[in-house]
């Protein structure tokens, strides 16, 4: 089964600086989604990707995939303390009729003001 | 903007014992999901429910776990007999129909076995 792997496992950046975190899997997808969790909070959806697309935008938020490599990225631009927080990808398989989202073991981003 | 609703958000039970998880899914969605969080692990998918049937189940959700739709609006998973390892934040999602969209997760439900 795929399975998300996102690296780094934690990220301490400055206020105003950009953060990148990378997410693999293994299998072919569908999409490929980002989420992001505030501590001992619910999944809040960013943006999705299908797999036909090379890049997303969405505000600060820059999504890239490929599938050759079977890796997305996600970059946070001009960073906030609110954006202090765990970042998921998850991956929707292609094919039958699945309609489940596999996480990834998520990236820690805390944002020093 | 419409939300997924779980109660409640801390549930303490004693090893061996039943509970319930509720969740209230938006209103318009007619797919549903259960998965569940241990402490700072990943977040892991337990079953799918649509059409008023399990569509997907992985291998966590055992002959202990089930769940059921009970009225149009309630989603629920019951663990029949709590053992320490089922321990964890459980989350609820809901889905429009249409297949591959964003799920929308509920604030979950911090399940502790004592």
């Known amino acids: 089964s795929q399975q998300g792997e996102e690296d780094p496992q934690a990220l301490s950046i400055q206020e105003g600086e950009n953060a990148t975190m990378n997410c693999s899997y293994k299998?072919?997808?569908?999409?490929l989604q980002w989420y992001r969790q505030n501590s001992g909070r619910g999944l809040v959806h960013l943006i999705l990707?299908?797999?036909?697309?090379r890049e997303k935008h969405s505000g600060r938020l820059r999504v890239t995939l490929d599938t050759s490599k079977k890796s997305s990225s996600l970059l946070i631009t001009a960073s906030r303390a609110a954006d202090t927080a765990s970042y998921f990808c998850?991956?929707?398989?292609?094919?039958?009729?699945?309609?489940?989202?596999?996480f990834g073991t998520g990236t820690l981003l805390a944002v020093q003001p | 903007e419409p939300e997924v609703t779980q109660t409640p958000s801390h549930q303490v039970t004693q090893m061996g014992q039943e509970v319930i998880l509720r969740c209230v899914p938006i209103s318009n969605h007619l797919y549903f999901y259960w998965y569940r969080q241990i402490l700072g692990q990943k977040v892991e998918f337990l079953v799918s429910?649509?059409?008023?049937?399990?569509?997907?189940k992985s291998e966590i959700f055992d002959d202990q776990f089930s769940v059921e739709r009970p009225d149009g609006s309630n989603f629920t998973l019951k663990i029949r007999s709590t053992k320490l390892e089922d321990s964890a934040m459980y989350f609820c999602a809901s889905a429009t129909g249409i297949i591959g969209e964003k799920l929308f997760f509920g604030s979950g439900t911090q399940l502790s076995v004592l």
């Open positions: 998850a991956t929707r398989g292609s094919g039958g009729a699945t309609n489940k989202l596999i």
């Open positions: 429910f649509y059409n008023n049937e399990i569509s997907e």
């Open positions: 299998t072919s997808i569908n999409n």
């Open positions: 990707i299908r797999s036909n697309e």
